[in-house]
T-cell receptor, first 109, second 114 residues
Framework: GQNIDQPTEMTATEGAIVQINCTYQ??????LFWYQQHAGEAPTFLSYNVLDGLEEKGRFSSFLSRSKGYSYLLLKELQMKDSASYLCALEDSNYQLIWGAGTKLIIKP | IAGITQAPTSQILAAGRRMTLRCTQDMRHNAMYWYRQDLGLGLRLIHYSNTAGTTGKGEVPDGYSVSRANTDDFPLTLASAVPSQTSVYFC?????????????FGAGSRLTVL
């Protein structure tokens, strides 16, 4: 079967760094997405990893280890506007997306 | 501004009533999707369409139907609404259905069935 796990909620301080983990189990893997979703809004694309390693995009980086079934999203220099839910989504070998329940990130001043 | 328009934004509906959620995109994307989002659960795919004229069932299709008469429109119909269909519904689109398929989402339709 296929399964994705991520923490339900995390709290961090403005200006700090936070790492949001995502673990998965799947019989077929094509890639892994991260989306950001502010409360009451639509999810928006952040990153896509298909190869092992770290992909950096400004303050946000995403890491993938296919052998461990593990990814994380790293947010640096946290800002209040980063308060949102972060959704991990697995793209299986049929290009179908399986979504995690999301991690609600709360940023405190 | 290019994107996806969903209507209505929110709706309260009596059980047993028929309801159609509208979705229109202006990006000429081939693929379109309907998801529902419930607290504590990941986005769940209801129906999808890889190209105009074709549709397919997702993870939770029961009680819902879709049509794709043209590239731009992908309405979702609840034939006879039930309280378990209370949810936030998101329409999404992507250029195609191959790998690295980035989805663009509409703003969502919040539906309450009483």
């Amino acid at each position: 079967g296929q399964n994705i796990d991520q923490p339900t909620e995390m709290t961090a301080t403005e200006g700090a760094i936070v790492q949001i983990n995502c673990t998965y189990q799947t019989s077929g893997f094509n890639g892994l997405f991260w989306y950001q979703q502010h409360a009451g809004e639509a999810p928006t694309f952040l990153s896509y990893n298909v190869l092992d390693g770290l992909e950096e995009k400004g303050r946000f980086s995403s890491f993938l280890s296919r052998s461990k079934g593990y990814s994380y999203l790293l947010l640096k220099e946290l800002q209040m506007k980063d308060s949102a839910s972060y959704l991990c989504a697995l793209e299986d070998s049929n290009y179908q997306l399986i979504w995690g329940a999301g991690t609600k990130l709360i940023i405190k001043p | 501004i290019a994107g996806i328009t969903q209507a209505p934004t929110s709706q309260i509906l009596a059980a047993g009533r028929r309801m159609t959620l509208r979705c229109t995109q202006d990006m000429r994307h081939n693929a379109m999707y309907w998801y529902r989002q419930d607290l504590g659960l990941g986005l769940r795919l209801i129906h999808y369409s890889n190209t105009a004229g074709t549709t397919g069932k997702g993870e939770v299709p029961d009680g819902y139907s879709v049509s794709r008469a043209n590239t731009d429109d992908f309405p979702l119909t609840l034939a006879s609404a039930v309280p378990s269909q209370t949810s936030v519904y998101f329409c999404a689109s992507s250029e195609d259905t191959s790998g690295a398929n980035v989805l663009t989402f509409g703003a969502g339709s919040r539906l309450t069935v009483l």
